[in-house]
Nanobody, 115 residues
Framework: QVQLVESGGGLVQAGGSLRLSCAPS????????MDWYRQAPGKQRELVAT???????RYADFVEGRFTISRDNAKNTVYLQMDSLKPEDTAVYYC?????????WGQGTQVTVSS
């Protein structure tokens, strides 16, 4: 059973930066597109950014150029670099991918931005 393992969340002041990482528990699992979602308390889970195996990226409007999604195919790891963080970015961030058989979600990592 493949799992997505996330790391890098934490507490940061507004204007600060964090980098999240996500890697499958099995190195031979190499999906095409990988995504980051987030869910704030009382809100629905929303897409933050996505990247495909060729490196093509797409971002939610609220990112406004502050976040960068990237992947290291040699390490089979996807990253989310978050800069200029705002209190409204506070949420649990989830790594996600899907194959034609099923979806995979990470356990989530808490990001808290203080004002």
């Amino acid at each position: 059973q493949v799992q997505l393992v996330e790391s890098g969340g934490g507490l940061v002041q507004a204007g600060g930066s964090l980098r999240l990482s996500c890697a499958p528990s099995r190195s031979t699992f190499s999906p095409n597109a990988m995504d980051w979602y987030r869910q704030a308390p009382g809100k629905q889970r929303e897409l933050v950014a996505t990247i495909n195996s060729g490196g093509r990226t797409r971002y939610a409007d609220f990112v406004e150029g502050r976040f960068t999604i990237s992947r290291d195919n040699a390490k089979n790891t996807v990253y989310l670099q978050m800069d200029s963080l705002k209190p409204e970015d506070t949420a649990v961030y989830y790594c996600h991918t899907a194959t034609f058989l099923r979806e995979y979600w990470g356990q989530g990592t808490q990001v808290t931005v203080s004002s």
